[in-house]
């Protein structure tokens, strides 16, 4: 079911931080009817100067509007400033900006499903300075007629307004993956920076060959998603068993430097388990084999 009055379509943003303020700014820009409501309510000062209408409590907030936007600290403070709401949510829909993980965005859905409400679970990829921006990514999960019912509205908070389906849990699940490449690009550059400045080298000199190194492996992700997806990992660059003799590079290097090698080892220690499950032979794709599996103890 499509929505025919999404350009004026009321919305509510509950949760003012700097997140929670942009969202309301961008509803505001696109000539949305936005109620808000913060627990301290000079922060929407500026928001009521641009239009927007300041509720006195949630459950009015609430009430205001078919389309309740929340983002604030966790899902306990989502809980804590809704569950007193009970019938209020009926018939609307909530979209939980609120980082979280995937069982209790499952949680949720199944919380609000009891009050007559519809759940969408959303995760936020941008800064608050691109809400409203092309540079916007925000995924969203959950019911897709709730999602089409709201699509234009929600689009005015980035072009990146993406659908991944009905899973709750999958925004969650997507946002935590992007954290994991990050965390590993970042801590792979502070690696080698750390090598090259026990050798006098600034870190803003490795910046450049950096950025291409990390553009270089970015052009593999779409062939080893394949392989990951097909099973097969065959080896079109390098075989992991090539890999383990750099990996020794790296630590060689990492402890004559006197550079913490404790990360480098680790990414060793994974490459060891591979050969040892007959992976020596294939293509680096099947580390994903590694990743899919707990274990019991820790290196």
């Not at 995937?102 to 949680?107: L, P, Q």
């Not at 090698?261 to 007959?278: M, Q, T, W």
Request: glycine share 12%.
């Amino acid at each position: 079911m499509q929505n025919r009055d999404a350009g004026h379509t009321p919305v509510t943003v509950i949760g003012l931080g700097l997140m929670g303020q942009a969202l309301a700014g961008a509803f505001l820009r696109d000539g949305h009817p936005t109620t808000v409501w913060n627990r301290t309510a000079a922060k929407a000062e500026h928001l009521v100067a641009q239009g927007a209408k300041l509720a006195d409590s949630v459950g009015e907030a609430v009430a205001a509007s078919p389309l309740v936007v929340v983002c604030v600290s966790g899902y306990d403070a989502v809980h804590e400033l809704l569950d007193p709401l009970d019938e209020v949510l009926h018939g609307r829909v909530l979209v939980n900006l609120t980082s979280g993980t995937s069982e209790v965005a499952g949680e949720t859905a199944a919380w609000a499903a009891r009050r007559g409400g519809s759940y969408l679970d959303g995760a936020i990829m941008a800064i608050p300075q691109a809400i409203g921006t092309a540079d916007a990514v925000i995924l969203y999960s959950g019911p897709q007629e709730a999602f089409d019912l709201h699509e234009p509205v929600l689009r005015s908070l980035g072009a990146g307004t993406t659908y991944l389906g009905g899973d709750h849990g999958l925004s969650s699940l997507y946002d935590v993956a992007v954290l994991s490449l990050m965390w590993n690009i970042l801590n792979g550059f502070l690696q080698g920076a750390a090598l090259l400045g026990a050798a006098g080298v600034d870190a803003a000199a490795f910046a450049p060959i950096a950025k291409a190194g990390i553009g270089t492996v970015a052009d593999w992700v779409s062939g080893y998603a394949q392989q990951v997806d097909d099973g097969a990992y065959p080896a079109l660059d390098a075989t992991i068993d090539t890999h383990l003799a750099s990996m020794e590079h790296l630590i060689h290097e990492s402890e004559f430097l006197g550079v913490n090698a404790e990360l480098p080892k680790f990414i060793k220690a994974l490459a060891d388990r591979a050969v040892a499950d007959g992976h020596g032979g294939n293509g680096y794709a099947a580390m994903i084999e590694q990743f899919r599996k707990p274990v019991e103890v820790r290196i």
